[in-house]
């Protein structure tokens, strides 16, 4: 194996020695279309340095890619910048075999570390800002707590201007290409975005507060080497200018309307919905259940000015999936969206009820009661769709 998987040099000292994941579709329930990287690099210099391993299955992988350049056995530091198992689930084995003089983690890495693992050897705590040699280079560590674990840390190597970011800046995208600029713009756009949405979200105050640190600490950066997807060295500017865009989530002006149906009814209002939010210049991208993941929805959500769900009832409940999008979106806090909820009903109705009462718990700023329709819509309730979706894209556009 070590004889076709290769380092790949990214600076003067130092080195890609990650994993690529081509098969890869669901990520703690993110579906991730175009697979992943699990990253880690290799730093050549008196102290020799790992900076995180890889998801256990891709070991070997790892391991080929370190002996391509040395041997294993010479590695003296390794770093752990956050815990979680694509980044150290091969960690024991790697202590294992290397030995090394010492393994950096944060203080709460360090404890989230022996309660992951039985590990053969000491962790050793390092603080915010402080700066360890390795030589001629040296690393500088600074925690970034819910980036996105309590224990995350990125380190920064300040010789050759390298900001090793963990999962900040990442993405899901296997590619033999290396490098960002080697890749389509739209799709590190694409999937950059996907990322931000479904992994950062819910902590984009920490990630406008990180940003912040970045420009008082005064850090140049030149290369940017995140744990998942491309190494950037050539734009980073825009690439951190999309992440300060997404964290501060000002609505565009957009809608978003998720719907499931039964009979076609909520389909009906849906489309009605729509065909007034168009009519007034705003944007509106329909979703259906049938052919929408929840993780494209939050993408969707993530810059919108408005969501709008709807469901039939079934066994006085909403319809399954629109709840599995809901707790999913819930969880993400998305922020300053104006909605309302909508659903066909046969016998009962609780289901859209439901969905509003969820929106108003998610902050969503409520632009009308919940739009009911018994059985089949009529012409004069689909009018009041219309109507709806029209106030709604009055309200985005302020």
């Not at 294993?72 to 390794?78: F, G, L, R």
């Not at 600074?142 to 309590?150: D, F, G, I, V």
Request: net charge negative; hydrophobic share 40%; aromatic share 10%.
């Amino acid at each position: 194996m070590k004889d076709a998987f290769k380092a790949v040099k990214i600076s003067e000292s130092v080195y890609w020695v990650g994993a690529i994941d081509w098969k890869i579709r669901d990520f703690h329930g993110y579906l991730t279309s175009r697979g992943s990287t699990y990253n880690a690099f290799l730093i050549l210099d008196e102290k020799i340095t790992l900076l995180d391993t890889v998801k256990a299955p891709f070991k070997d992988e790892l391991i080929a890619r370190i002996s391509s350049v040395i041997d294993p056995k010479k590695i003296d530091y390794i770093v752990s910048h956050h815990s979680e198992m694509d980044h150290s689930g091969c960690l024991p084995e790697i202590i294992e075999l290397t030995k090394p003089e010492k393994v950096f983690a944060s203080k709460m890495g360090v404890k989230t570390l022996k309660e992951h693992f039985k590990l053969n050897c000491e962790i050793t705590q390092v603080d915010n800002g402080e700066k360890i040699s390795l030589g001629k280079n040296s690393l500088i560590f600074y925690e970034t707590r819910l980036l996105h674990w309590p224990e995350s840390m990125i380190s920064y190597m300040p010789e050759e201007k390298i900001l090793f970011s963990q999962d900040g800046f990442g993405m899901h995208l296997a590619n033999y290409e290396v490098f960002a600029d080697e890749i389509e713009e739209s799709i590190l756009f694409e999937e950059g975005k996907k990322y931000y949405a479904n992994i950062l979200l819910p902590y984009s105050k920490l990630v406008l507060k990180l940003l912040e640190n970045i420009k008082n600490l005064g850090i140049e950066i030149k290369i940017l080497a995140p744990d998942h997807g491309p190494i950037w060295r050539k734009d980073i500017d825009k690439y951190i200018n999309w992440y300060e865009k997404w964290a501060k989530q000002e609505p565009e002006k957009k809608a978003v309307v998720v719907y499931a149906t039964m009979w076609g009814s909520t389909e009906l209002m849906a489309r009605a919905i729509c065909e007034g939010i168009s009519s007034k210049g705003v944007e509106v991208k329909l979703m259906p259940h049938a052919g929408s993941h929840r993780s494209d929805i939050i993408t969707e959500v993530l810059c919108a000015g408005g969501l709008i769900v709807g469901a039939p009832t079934i066994n006085n409940n909403m319809f399954p999936k629109v709840a599995d999008y809901l707790s999913y979106i819930k969880g993400l806090k998305p922020q300053n969206l104006k909605g309302f909820a909508f659903g066909s009903y046969g016998w009962s109705g609780e289901g859209a009820t439901q969905i509003q009462n969820i929106l108003k718990e998610m902050k969503v700023e409520i632009i009308r009661d919940e739009l009911k329709v018994k059985y089949v819509p009529k012409d004069e309730d689909l009018k009041v769709c219309y109507e709806s979706g029209k106030l709604l894209a009055e309200k985005i556009l302020g």
